[in-house]
């Protein structure tokens, strides 16, 4: 108990994880699109030797509260160690709007008793559409088939190359820093005209050249999450817990949401991180350093993002979302063609 006489959740989970025999499950991706398949682990741990060998595991999926499924089958019970019992394959249900899907599993001794149980969370958000954003030109300062043209594909964009010629898009997407050198003064207009230019990840050292001062990519210890609690409009509706541990579908497993920041001046930060304190240090004030920020320029702006985002758009449904709210902004929700 704490000194207001409230329960530590912490102790709980501490005293929960030294149970000696347990049921767990476990996943590295805790959003979905509708309609995607789940793939849960289900584990059977135990540190001492099983009195049997052999007991029953239950699970079952709650939406909204109620069971939507259920299942059961017979489960090894190991000594010393832990058994995989293999995959739980479910499919998400069609939804208009996030929802929390709860998992539950348990495990029975051979007589019916109930040894332990453990549950976990997943969200389920709706299938992205393409098709909201037909007819939006993006205009891509980079090669063709590039990261900024694969990205504008993935988001279902109209992607065409930056023409420096006064380009009548509304939306640019920045591929490399060599690509924005060849177009530097047309892309400074286009955004002054009222353009906004989104600026893509880049490695460390890397210097973009802008108008109203460079901004200097600087690299630091990856971080598994990043705050939106920055007061920035684009990332207003989003949740305290939105942008961590993002599941990264090439590698399999959670992997950094970022591992550079933005050094620069007039920058809005849309989202930022801020310096580890450590022990010891005579001047323990946290630094807090940009991921994505924003410099408006004319009646436009410039977006620069940090944010491992743009390889993850089909597998991570707010990385999806973080863009329609780009893109939305950009063109104004009013100005989208008509499909």
């Given at each position: 108990m704490d000194v207001d006489r409230h329960p530590?959740?912490?102790y709980f989970a501490f005293r929960e994880a030294l149970t000696p025999l347990m049921v767990d499950l476990r996943t590295d991706r805790l959003h979905y699109f509708a309609g995607e398949k789940l793939a849960v682990e289900f584990w059977v741990c135990n540190d001492r030797r099983a009195a049997y060998s052999n007991g029953t595991l239950l699970w079952e999926v709650l939406r909204?509260?109620?069971?939507?499924?259920?299942?059961?089958?017979?489960?090894?019970?190991?000594?010393?160690?832990?058994?995989?019992?293999?995959?739980?394959?479910?499919?998400?249900?069609?939804?208009t709007q996030r929802e929390r899907l709860t998992l539950r599993?348990?495990?029975?001794?051979?007589?019916g008793e109930l040894l332990h149980d453990s549950k976990m969370e997943v969200e389920v958000f709706p299938a992205f559409d393409k098709t909201k954003n037909a007819g939006v030109e993006v205009a891509i300062v980079g090669p063709p088939n590039g990261r900024a043209w694969k990205l504008a594909a993935a988001l279902g964009l109209k992607p065409h190359v930056f023409s420096p010629i006064r380009d009548t898009a509304l939306l640019a997407f920045v591929d490399d820093v060599d690509a924005f050198e060849m177009v530097r003064g047309s892309l400074s207009s286009f955004a002054e005209r009222g353009g906004t230019a989104i600026f893509l990840e880049q490695p460390a050292d890397t210097v973009w050249h802008l108008d109203g001062g460079d901004v200097a990519i600087k690299g630091m210890t990856g971080r598994e999450f990043v705050s939106r609690k920055t007061?920035?409009?684009?990332?207003?509706?989003?949740?305290?817990?939105?942008?961590?541990y993002w599941y990264d579908a090439e590698k399999d497993y959670i992997e950094y949401v970022a591992t550079c920041y933005l050094n620069g001046d007039n920058l809005a930060p849309i989202l930022h991180t801020s310096d580890v304190v450590k022990p010891g240090d005579p001047d323990p004030k946290r630094t807090v350093r940009p991921i994505a920020a924003e410099?408006?320029?004319?009646?436009?702006?410039?977006?620069?993002?940090?944010?491992?985002?743009?390889?993850?758009?089909?597998h991570e449904p707010i990385a999806a979302a973080y863009y329609q709210a780009l893109i939305d902004r950009a063109i104004g929700v009013t100005q989208r063609p008509s499909r």
């Open positions: 530590k959740p912490a909204g509260g109620n069971r939507v499924f259920a299942q059961s089958a017979p489960a090894s019970i190991p000594s010393f160690g832990a058994a995989f019992q293999g995959y739980f394959h479910f499919q998400t249900p069609a939804v599993v348990g495990l029975k001794d051979p007589s007061g920035h409009p684009l990332v207003a509706s989003f949740q305290p817990l939105d942008f961590s410099r408006r320029t004319g009646k436009g702006s410039v977006i620069l993002s940090q944010l491992k985002a743009p390889e993850r758009v089909a």
